[in-house]
């Protein structure tokens, strides 16, 4: 299994529709999850860290499962700005600040 | 406040050649990172700093890559004999220490290489 794994896309959604992204990871050893955003030739942003309990920050709701190595991301009431690269993030076990970075999944949020 | 800078912001160069690519963290952030992105991938780690020592070199790909910040501020990523292979987006970020879902690191603006 790749470090983080993700599903390229893209996804095509109308405005206003509910999308969810799904990651997984190989390394049980890593502590902190993030989800980044990356709009077409700029840098990563971080979205929202991804805590096991579950949080929500606005219309976007991040999920950890540890115990099936897998992170989730969903997006309500998408908005045209939504449309970028959404990057699953995970830091190396046993090495704090180094980031592994999944491909990304494209997101297009069409009017 | 004024975020992370990178210059240059491009950079095309042949292939042998030396190249130094500078970052400048945000003021006051201790851990200064290195990352390179090529095209449809995520950034790939090189190398982070907590203050002036490389607390973790492990993804830098081979020798000819070397990293410095002498003073815990400035960072200078150094490339030698340049191959075609190092083309991509050289990105740099800071936080204020390393580590732990609570210490967001900023992305610089990157520095494109691009190796002829």
């Known amino acids: 299994r790749k470090e983080v794994e993700q599903d390229p896309g893209p996804f095509n959604v109308p405005e206003g529709a509910t999308v969810a992204f799904n990651c997984t990871y190989s390394?049980?050893?890593?502590?902190?999850f993030f989800w980044y955003r990356q709009d077409c030739r700029k840098e990563p942003k971080l979205l929202m860290s991804v805590y096991s309990s579950g949080n929500e920050d606005g219309r976007f709701t991040a999920q950890l499962n540890r115990a099936s190595q897998y992170i989730s991301l969903l997006i309500r009431d998408s908005k045209l700005s939504d449309s970028a690269t959404y990057l699953c993030?995970?830091?190396?076990?046993?090495?704090?600040?180094?980031?592994?970075f999944g491909k990304g999944t494209k997101l297009s949020v069409k009017p | 406040g004024a975020g992370v800078s990178q210059t240059p912001s491009n950079k095309v160069t042949e292939k042998g050649k030396y190249v130094e690519l500078r970052c400048d963290p945000i003021s006051g952030h201790t851990a200064l990172y290195w990352y390179r992105q090529s095209l449809g991938q995520g950034p790939e780690f090189l190398i982070y700093?907590?203050?002036?020592?490389?607390?973790?070199d492990s993804g830098l790909p081979n020798d000819r890559f070397f990293a410095v910040r002498p003073e815990g501020s400035v960072s200078t990523l150094k490339i030698q004999r340049t191959e075609r292979g190092d083309s991509a987006v050289y990105l740099c970020a800071s936080s204020l220490w390393a580590g732990g879902p609570y210490n967001e690191q900023f992305f610089g603006p990157g520095t494109r290489l691009t190796v002829l």
């Open positions: 390394n049980s050893a890593s502590q902190s």
């Open positions: 700093f907590q203050g002036t020592g490389a607390a973790d």
């Open positions: 993030v995970r830091e190396k076990g046993g090495s704090q600040g180094n980031l592994i």
